[in-house]
């Protein structure tokens, strides 16, 4: 699994791609945590469009359940993902029930407005 932050002015940009990791989740999280706290952002735009489509819901739940350990409701977190990997929101809802507002979605207009973030360009 491959992960880039790039801090933007209104907050932390996280790209992922690759096979899905589940070993790594767990580092991935602490990272983006840490770097937030690092930067005193509060929002966190995940772009996992080249992210492998076999995310399983089983996954879905555990990094919810891994989002939830390490960050409180202070952080928004909008997933931006294939309109083909949209097939549940396991890991909205999951998260969003264990306090953490994540926002699924296809459209980056949306992921963005969650945020209350312009879109670039």
């Known amino acids: 699994m491959d992960i880039r932050l790039q801090q933007k002015e209104t907050h932390l940009h996280v790209e992922v791609g690759g096979a899905y990791d589940r070993s790594a989740t ?3 999280i602490v990272r983006i945590r840490d770097e937030c ?3 005193g952002l509060n929002r966190v735009f995940v772009d996992a469009r080249a992210l492998d489509a076999t ?3 089983a996954d879905r739940f555990e990094l919810a359940r891994v ?3 390490g960050c409180t409701a202070a952080v928004r ?3 931006l993902v294939r309109p083909e990997q949209l097939v549940t929101k396991a890991l909205e ?3 969003v029930n264990r306090g953490v507002p994540v926002r699924t979605t296809a459209v980056a207009s949306e ?3 969650f ?3 312009e879109p670039p360009g």
């Open 26 to 28: 767990r580092g991935v």
């Open 37 to 39: 706290a690092r930067l």
């Open 55 to 57: 995310v399983t819901i």
């Open 67 to 69: 989002l939830a350990e």
């Open 77 to 79: 977190f909008a997933v």
């Open 93 to 95: 809802d999951s998260a």
């Open 111 to 113: 992921a963005y407005g």
């Open 115 to 117: 945020l209350g973030v």
